[in-house]
């Protein structure tokens, strides 16, 4: 879990470092980000799919869909202890933060 700024860029290495061993093989299914999203949308039902996809959808520039994916999020996040529905929160803020989402 990332707490602070000084955590981000050695978290995102080891993300790098997930993405290029686990990645690939999942990536080679979906050739693009919009076969990607599509997948998720279908399947996502937990914390870690509605995330994945509302960060494809951001990427994708589909704002709207990023924002009700969000949404799907913090609906997940609400039937949660605490602590996992703080974290998720926590994820929440920081994406509407990077991506400018608004309206939730």
Not at 19 to 46: C, D, H, M, V
């Amino acid at each position: 879990m990332v707490e602070t700024e000084a955590e981000i860029s050695p978290m995102v290495l080891n993300v790098l470092a997930d993405l290029g061993t686990y990645g690939g093989p999942f990536f080679a299914q979906y050739p693009s980000l919009r076969e990607i999203n599509e997948k998720l949308e279908n399947t996502a039902k937990i914390n870690f799919d509605l995330a994945h996809l509302a960060v494809g959808y951001a990427l994708a520039g589909e704002r709207s869909n990023a924002r009700t994916a969000l949404v799907r999020l913090q609906g997940w996040a609400a039937q949660q202890p605490f602590a996992v529905a703080q974290q998720t929160e926590r994820f929440i803020s920081a994406f509407r933060a990077h991506f400018v989402i608004t309206g939730l």
